[in-house]
C-alpha cells in the first residue's frame, strides 16, 4: 500500500497485521480519488474507520487542509501515528475512538470530505450516516464516499443522496452529496 498521488507520491504506508482491518485498495483508491479530483484541494475531511490512515494521507498528500482520523482499534492506532510523518502530522488529528462515539461528542463540526470505510455486512454505514445527517457534518458541495461489499445495499436519508455507484470486485465505493434543493 502507498500513497499513489501528491506530494507524498510513492511512499509505502504500514499495514495492520490480520484481519480485522481491510484498507482500501490502490487500484480502488486511484479511482476514488479520480472522481474527486478538485474537490479534495484545500479540503477538510474526516476519516471515520480509519484503518491504517490510508485515505486521510493520500487527501492530504493531495492537497486537503486537514484531515481528523478516528479509529477505535488499539493496532491500528499505532499503525496511524506510524504513516502520519512530521509534514503530516501538523494536518491530522487522530481520534482513539469509536466512530460513533465521535460523532456524538462533536456535532457541530462540518466537512468537505468524509471517507466511511467500515467493516463489510454489519450495516455500520447506514447508521453512520443517520448520525451524519442529524445536524448534517457535510458542507453543501461536500462528498461522502462509503464504501461496501458489493453485494451490499445501501438506503440514505435527508439530506443525503446517492449520486454515484462504482464496483470494483468485491467492493462497491458510494458517492453521496446532499440533496439538491
Sequence with gaps: ???IAGEMRGRKLKTVSGMDTRPTA???KGAIFN??????NGAKVLDLFAGTGNLAIEAISRGAREAILVEK????????QENLTFAVKAQAKLFSMDA??????????KYDLIFLDPPYRQELVSKA???LSQPCRLNELGVIIAETASDEELRVCEPFEIRKISEY???KVWYIQRCVE
Excluded at 35 to 40: A, P, Q, R
Excluded at 100 to 109: A, H, N, R
Design 129 to 131: 450516516l443517520k448520525l
Design 100 to 109: 460513533f462515539d465521535f460523532l456524538k461528542l462533536y456535532p457541530e463540526e
Design 73 to 80: 482499534t488499539f493496532s491500528a492506532q499505532k499503525v496511524i
Design 169 to 171: 470486485g468485491d467492493t
Design 26 to 28: 490502490d487500484k480502488v
Design 1 to 3: 500500500m502507498r500513497i
Design 35 to 40: 472522481v474527486l479530483m478538485e474537490k479534495v
